[in-house]
């Protein structure tokens, strides 16, 4: 059968037959999925954007009757505009309303969204674009003080597949204005199948560059229907978009993609603080949002210093990295509201805990797979399948993990199982009730608060410097995002004399065009890197020295803290 992508084929065909027969996926694809909703709740609000962005945004408040129809006069612009089917468009937009406008008429031309995050810069965008020949790329004039037309300007002139750039905003600068692309023109000659790919998600990364993860119709949509079941949504639900939309978390767990399969309403929030967040969710009367644990720290502080108006709030989700116990435990009591955590992957398995599990599971472990079909090991160094109880690496495979990156063949045979089974390089624990604990991580990759940092891609970059002999780059404990990056250099023996200072490196990694989480938090001058016994780098012993040298210098503060507060 061919597919949007030819020749590429998502699933196994015994697999997708034994999914299909179990009834996870039912042959639906977002295109219709948007038209069953419109036809079925046609004047209820979808999309609620209070346009906090720009002084220029007005609030938008959509149904989906409009959503509909701005989706199709999109398609058809796009259509004339020579975007088709399995085309590749780059989209990097923020918590705007334009996002489902775009994204759903990409859906239904069967074109593939690009997800890049508003963080992403020149190299990060530049690789999307020439790693999928992308045909377009859509930006906003501005967000979060960044003028993201000129980044299309250069991105355009390093990629030669791009034919189309578009602005959501008022002054498109040299480019075109998303505004004025939609029309009544006609729709796509072929629409989308169920098992085409729908759009690729970027990988959190552990390599040199960022992977991409394609997602078909029908596995997708069945985890936003396991999800919206988990979560107890259903169409009086209101999700608060409060992580970047695109991102795999806010996107499908249960996330704006899941509410607007439940019929319920997406509340767009411009900001994640929670001066922003919380009159927001009094005034939408909103019910359930999905947090990383920074911010979840960040409102319950705000919370138990006496901030009001989260009180509608009936589920908060936490997930994209590990949520402390005790922080977990003050949710109830804190924000009046159910914690559900989250521990899910762009790949494809996500874990919740259940919203009746007791308090213990709720607080202690990372929650459970949403299908009976997900399949989980926990396997031994050398693959052998460890009981319950014990610390291994979790592979997994089901209905809506992904069997392969897209177009990495090499990457596949290390990141899968011959078998199909995705290596997550997480460690975890398994309980007898089947709820996993997030132990630790095998990968080489740093969790900083959710975002995720690919040691090997920050250490090309600081290679690249002309004073850097060689460079490691660890994680180090964080009591606010749980990790930050610490890149450990050796310099070359002839800079030594004048050796660049820290901030000058760091500089030279923004310079790069890379995203600013990803410049190194800290950086370490070392005269050699410790080896393993085979003479590998051993990042263990660098992240213990880190973690030794972060806690002297927590102890030196608050003994400075005593200080000060005695004087
Ligand atoms: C989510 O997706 P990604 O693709 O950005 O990152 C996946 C990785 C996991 O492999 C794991 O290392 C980490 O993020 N992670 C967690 C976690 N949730 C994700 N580690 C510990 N505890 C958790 N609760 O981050 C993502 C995708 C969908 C839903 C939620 C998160």
Redesign the pocket.
């Known amino acids: 059968m061919q597919t949007v992508l030819d020749g590429f084929t998502p699933y196994p065909a015994e697999f997708a037959e034994r999914y299909r027969a179990a009834g996870y996926w039912r042959g639906e694809t977002f295109g219709r999925m948007l038209r069953e909703r419109a036809a079925a709740h046609g004047e209820r609000i979808a999309v609620v954007d209070p346009g906090g962005h720009s002084a220029s945004r007005q609030e938008s408040r959509w149904s989906y009757a409009e959503l509909d129809r701005r989706a199709d006069r999109m398609a058809a612009g796009l259509l004339a505009r020579g975007i088709g089917s399995g085309d590749r468009v780059v989209v990097q937009l923020p918590n705007v309303a334009e996002f489902f406008e775009v994204v759903f008429a990409l859906f239904r031309i069967g074109a593939l969204p690009v997800f890049a995050l508003p963080a992403h810069r020149r190299t990060e965008i530049g690789h999307f674009c020439a790693f999928t020949g992308a045909a377009g790329y859509i930006v906003p004039e501005t967000a979060g003080g960044f003028d993201y037309r000129e980044l299309a300007s250069q991105v355009r002139e390093q990629s030669p597949s791009l034919r189309l750039v578009l602005v959501a905003g008022e002054d498109p600068g040299e480019h075109e204005r998303l505004a004025d692309v939609p029309c009544d023109g006609p729709g796509p000659e072929r629409e989308p199948e169920p098992q085409d790919v729908a759009f690729l998600q970027l990988?959190?990364g552990s390599t040199g560059v960022p992977k991409l993860i394609p997602r078909t119709h029908d596995d997708y949509i069945y985890s936003l229907r396991g999800s919206v079941e988990l979560c107890g949504l259903d169409e009086h639900g209101v999700y608060l978009c409060v992580l970047p939309a695109a991102?795999?978390?806010p996107l499908?767990?249960p996330g704006s993609l899941g509410t607007l399969y439940a019929g319920g309403r997406v509340v767009l929030c411009p900001q994640p603080g929670p001066e922003t967040a919380f009159p927001l969710i009094e005034r939408e009367g909103v019910t359930i949002t999905?947090l990383v644990p920074p911010l979840a720290l960040l409102w319950l502080d705000a919370a138990g210093r006496g901030a009001r108006g989260y009180e509608s709030l009936d589920v908060l989700l936490?997930?994209?990295?590990?949520?402390s116990e005790e922080a977990a435990r003050r949710v109830g009591p804190v924000l009046g509201c159910t914690l559900q955590?989250?521990?899910?992957?762009?790949?494809g398995l996500?874990n919740y805990t259940r919203l009746d599990d007791s308090q213990e599971l709720i607080t202690t472990t990372?929650g459970r797979p949403i299908s009976p079909d997900d399949e989980v090991r926990v396997v031994d160094d050398r693959g052998a399948d460890l009981p319950d109880g014990v610390t291994g690496h979790l592979l997994t495979r089901g209905p809506y993990t992904i069997r392969g990156y897209w177009n990495a063949p090499e990457h596949n045979a290390n990141s899968f199982t011959p078998d199909g089974f995705y290596r997550?390089?997480?460690l975890v624990r398994r309980l007898p009730s089947g709820h996993l604990v997030?132990e630790g991580?095998a990968?080489d990759?740093i969790?900083r608060g959710?975002e995720?940092v690919a040691a090997e891609e920050i250490e090309n970059h600081l290679l690249a410097h002309p004073a850097v002999h060689d460079a490691a780059v660890v994680s180090m404990p964080d009591p606010y995002l749980g990790e930050r990056t610490c890149a450990y250099v050796v310099l070359r023996g002839e800079h030594s004399e004048r050796p660049p200072k820290a901030v000058e490196l760091k500089r030279f990694v923004r310079g790069r065009g890379l995203a600013d989480y990803k410049v190194p938090d800290r950086v370490e001058f070392v005269e050699e890197f410790p080896a393993t016994g085979i003479g590998k780098v051993s990042k263990k012993d660098l992240r213990a020295a880190i973690a030794a040298a972060a806690a002297d210098t927590a102890a030196a503060d608050a003994v400075d803290t005593t200080a000060t507060t005695t004087v």
Request: charged share 20%; no cysteine; glycine share 22%.
């Open positions: 990988s959190g991102h795999n978390f499908s767990s999905g936490v997930g994209g990295a590990k949520f955590q989250v521990f899910g992957m762009a790949e996500v990372q997550t390089g997480d997030v991580r990968k990759q969790n959710g995720k």
